[in-house]
């Protein structure tokens, strides 16, 4: 059995939600961990925060999120026409620094890669298309 859904949505942070929610009861449907599931809000939540925020820099713009879900895999992927970023080009923060000595952000990107277990990035046809993965453990 697999869930898909497919939803377009403005550059506007308060429509992240809508997202994450539906990714939670999709997620739950097929029997991921509550870690599992929270690990997959918060990369999504940050990735589609990063194109709201620097890559489309204003409300109005659009941003598909489309997720694929089985029993031992979700995949949601997350595509947009700002300017081509490849967040994989980002350096890992150093995080030995103590926290007076960082600049505030570039944990988004980190954070990411952190908690899934796959992440890719391509520009086709003038859009960013990134793809988060997170494999099932229990």
Do not use: W
């Not at 550059?11 to 539906?22: C, F, G, I, L, W």
């Not at 589609?48 to 979700?74: C, K, M, Q």
């Not at 944990?107 to 890719?120: A, H, K, Q, T």
């Amino acid at each position: 059995m697999e869930t898909r859904f497919d939803l377009a949505i403005e550059s506007e942070v308060a429509m992240v939600r809508a997202v994450t929610d539906r990714l939670e009861e999709a997620m739950q449907l097929h029997g991921f961990s509550s870690e599992e599931i929270l690990d997959t809000q918060l990369a999504v939540e940050e990735a589609i925060t990063n194109v709201i925020v620097h890559g489309y820099g204003r409300p109005g713009e659009s941003i598909l999120v489309s997720s694929r879900i089985r029993s031992d895999r979700a995949e949601v992927c997350i595509t947009d026409t700002a300017p081509r970023f490849d967040p994989l080009s980002v350096a890992d923060p150093d995080i030995g620094e103590g926290i007076d000595d960082r600049e505030i952000g570039g944990l988004g990107v980190f954070l990411i890669r952190r908690v899934m277990d796959e992440v890719s990035y391509r520009y086709e046809e003038g859009k960013n298309v990134l793809v988060l993965t997170k494999v099932r453990k229990s």
